[in-house]
């Protein structure tokens, strides 16, 4: 039996998505001759903190082709060391045979590893914030050749992302042979229990002749306020508002907490107090959320960056798919034919470093109202509620899309092929 360990509940991964439903829908199903064991208490673990200060300078000795390229090196390494959380990687467990990570290498490259990325910037946190990286040189920060390192070690066993365009940036700004043969594309696909499958058809059946029409908002899984402006909340329930006295059969759904800089606003007063907007404030259960998905016709996700699940979810479960331009979304859907992609996020928040290529990110404008966003997510709106065949076409196109090209078993399987070839390739001495 191989034992492949899941850190996702150590604080290092706390603000970096932890049990995110992406990754983490990849280790529900079994496999044969694989465990999965998740992080316990340091006491538990064989590492020790001694343990942990030898496999830091071990990573140290790695980084030490790179000290003239950063200015104190060793305050530098220390820092990298320190953003890993000592604790998290007392609770590594280094006896299992792999790792599986996400998002971001947050450990000491103390043990054989893979990992799963959705776009570049996270890879280096905490040295960049996704959103606040504009006019950064990548090449120039010291996490740049932290994370090159990690990746081109022979622990380093592959890393997968479920978008071509990251697969690329990955090649592009590395420009390492070695990193560029074990990084590898998998699309991904939604995940739903038989049981909840057989739910979600008979829900898009019925779509086809409901009256009422359902606009759906989520904020992300973690709900923090900040991403309801970063998900174009605000220009959605303004143009709503604009437009719903047109189309009585309209209902609003904003499964969101309400903003901090916007309480006690006339915004906040007109969507408590609107008979056709429903703002739910607290956390729901998978469950609860499914049944948000399956009553939706339209789902706005007009946003700064690309939200995989969210719209993957809405688009099997037969939803209409209202979408920015921002990079990725265009290998989900295709606008006029399984969704809406409303433009001008990309030119607005997204920059090139010409040195790498890297494609840098600025959310700031997402905090202003953008007044020709709300008349553009009003018209569309307007089109959607008053023309009942286009609504359910692009909605049904959106779902054929979905179990054609995004299927959850092409997910799984390959998850499965990148696991075990991972597992099947020796282990170092050290």
């Keep these: 039996m191989k034992r492949v360990f899941i850190p996702f509940d150590l604080p290092s991964f706390e603000y970096i ?12 199903p079994r496999y044969d001759g694989i465990e999965f064991v998740r992080a316990g208490p340091p006491s538990d673990l064989p590492v020790g903190g001694a343990g942990v200060f030898r496999q830091a300078g071990e990573l140290a000795a790695q980084l030490e ?43 000491f490259n103390q043990m054989p590893w893979f990992m799963h990325l959705e776009n570049v910037t996270p890879l280096f946190h905490p040295m960049l914030a996704q959103g606040d990286s504009q006019q950064i040189g990548l090449r120039d920060i010291p996490g740049y050749w ?73 904020n992300s899984w973690h709900q923090r306020w900040p991403n309801f402006f970063l998900r174009g909340g605000p220009e959605l329930v303004v143009g709503f508002l604009s437009m719903v006295e047109q189309f009585p059969n309209a209902r ?10 916007l309480q006690g606003s006339e915004i906040e007063k007109r969507v408590r107090s609107h008979p056709r907007i429903t703002l739910v404030e607290h956390k ?15 789902f706005a996700l007009d946003a700064a960056s690309l939200h995989s699940v969210s719209v993957l979810r809405a688009m099997y479960c037969g939803a209409t798919c209202i979408v ?13 034919e399984s ?19 890297w494609i840098r990110d600025d959310f700031k404008p997402m905090y202003s109202m953008d007044n020709t966003r709300v008349k553009l997510m009003a018209d569309l709106l307007s089109a959607l509620c008053g ?22 078993a092409g997910w799984q399987r390959g998850f499965e092929t990148l696991l075990r070839s991972a597992l099947d390739t020796p282990r170092e001495r050290t």
């Excluded at 023309?387 to 959850?408: C, I, K």
């Design 17 to 28: 998505n932890s049990n995110h439903p992406l990754p983490a829908s990849l280790i529900e």
């Design 65 to 107: 082709p790179h000290r003239s390229r950063m200015v104190g090196f060793d305050a530098r390494v220390f820092e990298f060391m320190l953003s890993r959380d000592l604790g998290s990687q007392a609770r590594t467990d280094t006896t299992a045979d792999l790792a599986y990570f996400h998002t971001a290498p947050m450990h």
């Design 146 to 218: 932290f994370v090159r390192t990690m990746l081109e070690s022979p622990r380093c066993r592959g890393l997968f992302t479920n978008l071509a365009l990251t697969k690329a940036q990955v090649e592009r700004i590395f420009d390492s042979e070695a990193i560029a043969r074990k990084t590898h594309h998998v699309r991904a696909g939604p995940y739903f229990t038989p049981a909840e499958d057989a739910k979600i058809s008979a829900a898009v059946e019925a779509k086809r002749t409901k009256e009422e029409v359902d606009i759906l908002f989520t």
């Design 252 to 261: 609003l759904t904003l499964r969101t907490v309400w903003p901090d800089i």
């Design 284 to 298: 729901l259960s998978d469950e609860e959320m499914l049944e948000l998905y399956m009553r939706a016709d339209v």
């Design 324 to 336: 920015s331009d921002a990079p990725g979304y265009e290998e989900y859907l295709t606008d006029g």
């Design 339 to 357: 969704g809406i992609v409303m433009p001008g996020r990309r030119a607005a928040v997204y920059s090139e470093d010409p040195v790498s290529g």
């Design 387 to 408: 023309n009942a065949t286009m609504r359910r076409t692009l909605g049904m196109n959106a779902r054929r899309s979905v179990m054609e090209r995004n299927s959850f």
